[in-house]
């Protein structure tokens, strides 16, 4: 793992390698742009996200016209970008 890490750094392809703190950074602009939700809390639940790709599962408190509800979502990413979302209300 340590010399494929490297080798994205020396080939200046940081983009594929996000940490759990930029991915809840896309995931809440995503609810900020798709749905008009302000994200109030995010917890991640488990990060299947490998190389930009997978599910981002997380436990989060969103707020709506000044109405907050408690809901688990399900970020899918490919290429780095959520591209699509599932939720179940807590």
């Known amino acids: 793992?340590?010399?494929?890490?490297?080798?994205?750094?020396?080939?200046g392809?940081?983009?594929a390698v996000m940490?759990?703190?930029e991915?809840?950074?896309?995931?809440?602009?995503?609810l900020q742009v798709q749905y008009?939700?302000?994200?109030?809390?995010m917890d991640v639940r488990s990060n299947g996200v490998e190389?930009?790709?997978?599910?981002?599962?997380?436990?989060?408190?969103v707020s709506v016209g000044g109405s907050e509800s408690d809901w688990t979502k399900w970020f899918?990413?490919?290429g780095g970008e959520?591209?699509?979302?599932?939720?179940?209300?807590?």
């Open 1 to 11: 793992m340590r010399g494929q890490h490297e080798a994205n750094i020396e080939g």
């Open 13 to 15: 392809h940081m983009s």
């Open 19 to 21: 940490t759990e703190e």
């Open 23 to 30: 991915m809840k950074e896309k995931a809440i602009v995503y």
């Open 36 to 41: 008009g939700e302000d994200t109030v809390s």
């Open 51 to 61: 190389d930009g790709d997978g599910v981002l599962h997380v436990d989060c408190t």
């Open 76 to 78: 899918t990413f490919k």
């Open 82 to 90: 959520v591209v699509s979302m599932r939720w179940q209300m807590r």
